[in-house]
């Protein structure tokens, strides 16, 4: 892979992660988890590139991401879709990820992400709130949340970006 400064992201990055969906990771070689999101955004805030994330209260990966600095978003070519449903709806807590979707975690001091990624963005975290209802101003917004599980909100410096 090489490294790419995040301006040269060259694919949508909505469609990325809306419609391709990615992986968010994070942990190290002893102790890691990732699962599948389709919820997110990348742009600019407080001078940095950034992207955010969000997560629910249940999710095993949410560990990982509160006990880390750092966290990444790896994203797929269309054939590894199956491997992408299997980590968006088993959990960590049950299954071994890496065995059941033939992906290979690779760890960089900072964080992990996986071989046959196409692009991976790796992040340092620099910031997390967990959602309020309040705070929504359309009302629709609380159909998301019919068990009160609202979202915690990572904010993440992009700090390196690579592509295949
Ligand atoms: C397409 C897709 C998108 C998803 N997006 C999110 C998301 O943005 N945030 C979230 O908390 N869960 C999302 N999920 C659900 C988690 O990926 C799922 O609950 C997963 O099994 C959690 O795994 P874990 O318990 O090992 O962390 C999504 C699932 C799918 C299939």
């Known amino acids: 892979m090489r490294e790419i400064s995040p301006c040269e992201i060259k694919e949508n990055i909505i469609k990325l992660i809306s419609k391709d969906w990615a992986l968010l990771s994070a942990g190290k070689k002893d102790a890691w988890n990732t699962m599948t999101v389709s919820w997110g955004m990348a742009g600019e805030l407080w001078g940095k590139d950034v ?5 629910r209260p249940q999710r095993y990966t949410k560990k990982f991401i509160d006990e880390n600095d750092y966290f990444s978003l790896c994203f797929f070519d269309e054939n590894y879709k199956d491997a992408l449903k299997i980590c968006g709806s088993k959990s960590g807590r049950d299954i071994d990820k890496a065995a059941a979707t033939g992906l290979v975690p690779r760890f960089d001091e900072s964080a992990v992400y ?20 309040e705070s929504f101003i359309e009302e629709s917004i609380k159909d998301n949340y019919p068990a009160g599980d609202y979202h915690t909100t990572y904010i993440g410096e992009i700090v390196t970006v690579l592509e295949k």
Do not use: D, G, N, T
Request: aromatic residues 8%; charged residues 25%.
């Open 51 to 55: 992207v955010s994330v969000f997560v």
């Open 114 to 133: 996986f071989e046959q990624a196409k692009l991976v963005i790796i992040c340092k975290k620099i910031a997390s709130r967990e959602m309020s209802p």
